[in-house]
């Protein structure tokens, strides 16, 4: 019984333990006559993830997915929405070479559909029609941000 109870507690374990919107900003610089323009806003999102631990003794860690949103009509700011949507996780038995596709991969996918939902209110809430983000495939841009790193002579 004792050589299984090693293995029993090697087993890798994920949980969320909370999901909380860290920082929230929205803009309307033009208003009010932006609301008189009716052309639809031309959309940019910038994207960005980091992890950190908070206590690495007993797996617990932080992710932050930051998502910026800004939207202009013609020349003028329509709105801009500035979010970190955060997420503690506690990861254990997580073999090393695991643990940063975890932290920038899965972690971002769980929070991504927060974030949306977030965004989305907010820029009803700011007097325009909702914003729908499109879904994001965090393991492509993993990959890239390796190939960048690579290519620079940086570590990963």
Do not use: H, W
Request: a negative charge.
């Amino acid at each position: 019984m004792t050589d299984q109870q090693p293995q029993q507690q090697a087993l890798p374990s994920f949980n969320i333990e909370k999901i909380y919107v860290k920082d929230l900003s929205v803009e309307v610089p033009g208003a009010p006559a932006i609301f008189l323009d009716r052309d639809a806003p031309q959309i940019d999102m910038q994207l960005n993830t980091q992890s950190a631990p908070i206590d690495v003794e007993n797996g617990i860690y932080q992710t932050i997915l930051t998502i910026t949103i800004n939207a202009k009509m013609k020349d003028k700011v329509a709105f801009l929405v500035e979010l970190q949507q955060a997420g503690i996780f506690r990861i254990q038995n997580l073999p090393a070479e695991a643990m940063e596709p975890a932290l920038s991969i899965g972690c971002p996918n769980i929070l991504f559909p927060y974030a949306r939902e977030a965004v989305s209110d907010a820029v009803l809430k700011a007097g325009f029609p909702p914003l729908m983000l499109q879904p994001v495939n965090f393991e492509v841009l993993y990959m890239q941000q390796q190939q960048a790193a690579q290519a620079s002579g940086q570590p990963n």
